[in-house]
């Protein structure tokens, strides 16, 4: 575990709900990786992520999945890619990514708390 954050630190991190609206490989990456347009509703609009998630998923299967992210990160390039937010994901058995979501359909934008 981590050293202990105030509440003030965690109200910071402003991670939103989105929906991947495209999803397609990344070949210039250095680690297998995709590119993801995300919806984050009018507030913040679309934004674009680059994931290492290609052991559990298939960018078509992607589609219309909703996913947690971090919205107030700085861009970042990556290769020829510009990544604006940083999906979130958990590791599975062998450290592989599982992406994290909500368990049932909510609102794109929506801040979690």
Do not use: C
Request: aromatic share 8%.
């Amino acid at each position: 575990m981590r050293g202990q954050i105030s509440w003030a630190d965690f109200e910071k991190v402003d991670i939103r709900v989105g929906r991947i609206t495209r999803a397609e490989p990344f070949p210039q990456a250095r680690r297998p990786a995709f590119k993801l347009w995300l919806d984050f509703g009018p507030e913040i609009g679309e934004r674009k992520s680059s994931a290492q998630i290609t052991r559990h998923y298939v960018p078509d299967e992607l589609i219309g999945r909703q996913v947690l992210a971090v919205v107030n990160f700085p861009p970042r390039q990556i290769g020829p890619f510009m990544s604006e937010v940083l999906v979130l994901g958990l590791p599975d058995a062998e450290g592989e990514v599982v992406l994290i979501g909500p368990g049932h359909e909510v609102p794109v934008g929506g801040r979690m708390y």
